[in-house]
């Protein structure tokens, strides 16, 4: 069993002197991984239902440091956390722009990063960042997941799709994982659970208060019946299972890490706390 920590990304603990101090600290004690969580901006109006908690009300207040320029800051003051982003919301930013800094801050960090994503719920948020349809969410975040397994294993490198194309160019350096960092695909519906027989190296889920989550193992099989969620092995390596929990902020959690060079594997993460980022 690995153990990690969400850091935090509001508040007085999210001031860089508590940041470090949370981040060497944690690392001292032997924890495996440090996890952040993703939002760029808060309409001070939201309308959209929060899928993780029973009312449906996001617990957040507004302000929230960037996620991959904190993940970068993380990996400058560690050495052998694992950066988990939990989740990455893939339609908010620019898919070739942001390929190329996790393969940065993977190459900086020595192979140490795990890119957890998901689709998104908050509809304001993409109408402020000029983000692709709402709608159409869970394509375009299909789609840039293939934008970032060309531009990391390929050049010079293509790209044609719906929502976005490039011709011949050079995105390098590759990240330091091969044939990239792992990719948990985070979410509950069926949709998402596609993604993670199609697109995924596991699948990272998060809990509701009082609510039971689903089991994935029929759903997934259904999808694919090559594999289910951690359980089926890909051709090129051997599964390990792993759970992982989650928690928020203070409390500790299981997440399952990976050196770098380690043959690839699927896992599958729970989460015993609501998330509120």
Not at 43 to 57: E, F, L
Not at 192 to 221: E, K, M, N, Q, Y
Request: glycine share 8%.
């Amino acid at each position: 069993m690995r153990f990690g920590f969400y850091l935090p990304t509001r508040g007085a603990t999210a001031a860089p002197e508590a940041l470090e101090t949370l981040i060497e600290r944690g690392e001292s004690l032997g924890f495996s991984s440090v996890v952040i969580a993703d939002h760029i901006v808060f309409p001070v109006t939201i309308r959209s239902k929060y899928p993780y908690t029973v009312s449906g009300a996001f617990p957040g207040h507004g302000d929230a440091l960037e996620q991959l320029s904190l993940m970068a800051f993380a990996a400058g003051k560690s050495r052998r956390l694992r950066l988990i982003s939990s989740v990455m919301i893939l339609p908010h930013r620019n898919p070739v722009v942001t390929a190329k800094m996790l393969a940065t801050i993977d190459v900086l960090s020595r192979g140490r990063v795990t890119v957890g994503v998901g689709v998104g719920w908050l509809r304001e948020e993409f109408q402020a960042l000029g983000a692709p349809d709402f709608d159409r969410r869970g394509a375009v975040g299909d789609e840039y997941l293939r934008i970032f397994k060309t531009l990391w294993t390929q050049d010079p490198a293509s790209f044609h799709g719906e929502f976005y194309r490039f011709d011949a160019i050079r995105c390098l350096p590759h990240p330091t994982q091969k044939p990239h960092p792992p990719i948990w695909i985070g979410g509950h519906s069926k949709a998402a659970l596609r993604r993670v027989a199609r697109l995924g190296d596991g699948w990272h889920p998060a809990s509701r208060c009082a609510r039971p989550s689903c089991a994935p193992s029929s759903t997934i099989s259904a999808a694919s019946p090559r594999r289910s969620a951690a359980t089926s092995p890909r051709s090129r390596s051997p599964t390990r299972r792993r759970s992982t929990t989650r928690a928020r902020a203070s409390t500790a959690a299981r997440s399952g890490g990976r050196s770098p060079g380690a043959s690839r594997r699927s896992r599958t993460t729970s989460e015993v706390s609501p998330r509120s980022g």
